[in-house]
């Protein structure tokens, strides 16, 4: 799921005007094409939508990305993995 190193990491999400977005707490970049971007934060999953997406000054050791185009959607999938555990997991140490 989400690398250690950024288990607990700072999640934020920046919106400018619907054409540039500043995201901290990326783990990895999933997928990338003009018009969808899928990143694995330090908060699950980030799928963005539009068009002519670009990124830009991605920084994986900083967790970092920035990210440029018409963004129309964004949406988080998976589970919230900063500090939480499953249910099994608290079960079965």
Do not use: C, W
Not at 1 to 8: A, F, N, Q, R, T
Not at 41 to 54: F, Q, R, Y
Not at 72 to 80: D, N, P
Not at 83 to 91: N, P, Q, Y
């Amino acid at each position: 799921m989400v690398d250690s190193k950024l288990s607990g990491v700072e999640h934020k999400l920046i919106l400018h005007n619907q054409e540039q977005m500043h995201v901290t707490g990326v783990s990895r970049v999933e997928s990338f094409n003009p018009e969808e971007i899928l990143l694995e934060t330090s908060h699950g999953m980030l799928h963005i939508k539009g068009e002519g997406l670009d990124m830009r000054n991605l920084n994986l050791e900083q967790g970092v990305v920035e990210i440029v185009g018409l963004i129309s959607e964004t949406r988080y999938s998976g589970e919230r993995t900063a500090g939480r555990r499953s249910l099994l997991e608290k079960i079965f140490k």
